[in-house]
């Protein structure tokens, strides 16, 4: 492989028609089902299949179909077959739905209206994941330039990511026998420790999310009148939080939350601390003089891939501060999401969770615990010697560093699928989603010259996976 060929290639491809497409898949608000229910009717998620879908059937690669896949009532799919040189199957994966807007956005800033600077892309769902299907395809015409051969290569890129891949399974089941059995998965979905090397994701925590409300009266009161003998909701939902986490550390009493750290993933947390140091926390947009709740690299590394943790992320029943009038209210509702060790059953953390919550409730108020979404998280089989020697040279050909390990706190539900699905499979899960990114928030960005050399690694992951078995030999 012409190391310098592939660099040269995928900044053409990247600088010519990636961004400016990009670009205009950031104009649409083509926001997940869970925040648009009528995303259908409004079309914004079919427009940016189509406008992906374009894209992709404007590249010179041999042996190439594309096609959108719908099924009734779900959300599209975008299906990219390439043949190749084996009877060998590579599943590489993404996501084309986005996050809501969010506010907060810097200003000349948006969701919807992309703007670059500084060589990052700025603008909702470039990063997560608009890029993955780009950098997948532009991956295989890397080798294709160079002659070198691929195993048959399916794209798959879902529109319900962002909001647990419900819709996933059902076209998984319809388009099996056009899947096949994949021996390697590549997915863009991931974290990034920082913008420097290849980051290889070995872990995905679960996450439950649901609503806890907790009503006192039937409408609200005077709070003259009622207070002090009438307990305010927001004191019930206080006490009821503390069953679930301690306020002062952050940790959950529950067992069902919390799960055996392997010793392989202490040491990759070790070994990635010492690369990221201070980076690990200072990542962060911190207000004032807020601190990290531990002083430890590797203990936030723990923390954040495999311990429980819970935030509160959405509120009902609370009128706007401008709009508060001196009154009892009869109610308060929390979106509490919890993120979950990658080996936690989902199931049972949500019965648990909803068992204590629900259970003897402070001063006899009326609580009420409704499960939204319970997914499991994903641990990562054992690399094969191929896969880490090829991230390995991959990462020093393109980035010039060697390749570090770590897990992720967020959810990827897919990996979790394919690893029921087909066991023994390998993965190669990394991203663009690095310091500052700020996926799902304000001022989410791609950075771009990152996008580039992860499209130049998959290239390398691709070339040595059909070569593997004489990798394997030459070892």
Same mark, same amino acid.
Request: hydrophobic share 40%; charged share 20%.
């Given at each position: 492989?012409?190391?310098?060929?592939?660099?040269?290639?995928?900044?053409?491809?990247?600088?010519?028609?990636?961004?400016?497409?990009?670009?205009?898949?950031?104009?649409?608000?083509?926001?997940?089902?869970?925040?648009?229910?009528?995303?259908?009717?409004?079309?914004?998620?079919?427009?940016?299949?189509?406008?992906? /879908?374009?894209?992709?059937?404007?590249?010179?690669?041999?042996?190439?179909?594309?096609?959108?896949?719908?099924?009734? *009532?779900?959300?599209?799919?975008?299906?990219?077959?390439?043949?190749?040189?084996?009877?060998?199957?590579?599943?590489?994966?993404?996501?084309?739905?986005?996050?809501?807007?969010?506010?907060?956005?810097?200003?000349?800033?948006?969701?919807?209206?992309?703007?670059?600077?500084?060589?990052?892309?700025?603008?909702?769902?470039?990063?997560?994941?608009?890029?993955?299907?780009?950098?997948?395809?532009?991956?295989?015409?890397?080798?294709?330039?160079?002659?070198?051969?691929?195993?048959?290569?399916?794209?798959?890129?879902?529109?319900?990511?962002?909001?647990?891949?419900?819709?996933?399974?059902?076209?998984?089941?319809?388009?099996?026998?056009?899947?096949?059995?994949?021996?390697?998965?590549?997915?863009?979905?991931?974290?990034?420790?920082?913008?420097?090397?290849?980051?290889?994701?070995?872990?995905?925590?679960?996450?439950?999310?649901?609503?806890?409300?907790?009503? #006192?009266?039937?409408?609200?009161?005077?709070?003259?009148?009622?207070?002090?003998?009438?307990?305010?909701?927001?004191?019930?939902?206080?006490?009821?939080?503390?069953?679930?986490?301690?306020?002062?550390?952050?940790?959950?009493?529950?067992? +069902?939350?919390?799960?055996?750290?392997?010793?392989?993933?202490?040491?990759? /947390?070790?070994?990635?601390?010492?690369?990221?140091?201070?980076?690990?926390?200072?990542?962060?947009?911190?207000?004032?003089?807020?601190?990290?709740? /531990?002083?430890?690299?590797?203990?936030?590394?723990?923390?954040?891939?495999?311990?429980?943790?819970?935030? #509160?992320?959405? /509120?009902?029943?609370?009128?706007?501060? *401008?709009?508060?009038?001196?009154?009892?209210?009869?109610?308060?509702?929390?979106?509490?999401?919890?993120?979950?060790?990658?080996?936690?059953?989902? +199931?049972?953390?949500?019965?648990?969770?909803?068992?204590?919550? +629900?259970?003897?409730?402070?001063?006899?108020?009326?609580?009420?615990?409704?499960?939204?979404?319970?997914?499991?998280?994903?641990?990562?089989?054992?690399?094969?010697?191929?896969?880490?020697?090829?991230?390995?040279?991959?990462?020093?050909?393109?980035?010039?560093?060697?390749?570090?390990?770590?897990?992720?706190?967020?959810?990827?539900?897919?990996?979790?699928?394919?690893?029921?699905?087909?066991?023994?499979?390998?993965?190669?899960?990394?991203?663009?989603?690095?310091?500052?990114?700020?996926?799902?928030?304000?001022?989410?960005?791609?950075?771009?010259?990152?996008?580039?050399?992860?499209?130049?690694?998959?290239?390398?992951?691709?070339?040595?996976?059909? +070569?593997?078995?004489?990798?394997?030999?030459?070892?």
């Amino acid at each position: 492989m012409d190391h310098a060929r592939i660099i040269a290639l995928t900044d053409q491809i990247w600088d010519e028609t990636i961004v400016p497409t990009l670009c205009d898949y950031v104009r649409i608000p083509n926001k997940s089902p869970n925040f648009d229910p009528d995303w259908e009717k409004h079309g914004y998620m079919d427009e940016a299949a189509e406008l992906l /879908a374009e894209w992709c059937r404007q590249q010179p690669i041999a042996g190439m179909s594309v096609e959108i896949v719908r099924l009734e *009532g779900r959300t599209p799919v975008l299906f990219i077959e390439v043949a190749g040189q084996n009877d060998d199957t590579v599943l590489l994966y993404g996501h084309l739905d986005k996050q809501p807007e969010f506010d907060g956005w810097s200003d000349g800033l948006s969701p919807w209206e992309p703007v670059i600077r500084d060589g990052k892309l700025y603008g909702r769902g470039g990063a997560d994941d608009g890029y993955a299907v780009f950098g997948s395809l532009t991956a295989i015409r890397a080798l294709q330039d160079q002659g070198i051969p691929h195993a048959r290569c399916v794209i798959l890129i879902e529109g319900c990511e962002e909001s647990g891949s419900f819709d996933l399974p059902h076209y998984i089941d319809h388009l099996e026998d056009r899947i096949g059995t994949p021996s390697l998965v590549v997915c863009l979905d991931a974290e990034c420790g920082n913008y420097d090397q290849l980051w290889c994701t070995t872990s995905l925590r679960g996450n439950l999310v649901g609503t806890l409300k907790a009503s #006192v009266l039937t409408e609200g009161v005077h709070s003259g009148g009622a207070s002090g003998i009438v307990p305010s909701s927001f004191r019930v939902m206080r006490l009821l939080l503390d069953r679930i986490e301690d306020p002062a550390t952050g940790s959950s009493p529950l067992a +069902e939350l919390t799960g055996e750290i392997p010793s392989a993933r202490h040491e990759q /947390a070790v070994a990635a601390a010492a690369v990221l140091g201070e980076g690990v926390h200072r990542r962060f947009p911190w207000a004032g003089n807020t601190r990290p709740v /531990a002083t430890d690299p590797v203990e936030l590394l723990l923390n954040n891939t495999w311990r429980p943790t819970l935030s #509160v992320t959405g /509120a009902d029943g609370l009128p706007a501060s *401008g709009s508060a009038g001196n009154t009892l209210r009869p109610w308060t509702a929390l979106k509490l999401s919890f993120r979950l060790p990658p080996t936690v059953d989902p +199931e049972a953390a949500a019965s648990a969770v909803k068992r204590t919550l +629900e259970t003897d409730p402070p001063l006899g108020a009326e609580v009420e615990f409704e499960v939204d979404s319970a997914m499991g998280g994903w641990n990562a089989p054992p690399v094969a010697p191929w896969l880490a020697d090829s991230m390995q040279r991959a990462s020093q050909a393109f980035f010039g560093k060697p390749a570090l390990y770590m897990g992720t706190g967020g959810s990827i539900p897919f990996m979790g699928m394919l690893g029921e699905k087909f066991p023994g499979v390998q993965f190669l899960v990394t991203g663009v989603l690095g310091p500052n990114s700020n996926a799902h928030g304000p001022n989410e960005f791609l950075h771009i010259a990152k996008g580039k050399r992860v499209t130049a690694c998959v290239a390398q992951v691709l070339a040595d996976h059909f +070569e593997r078995e004489k990798v394997a030999v030459a070892a």
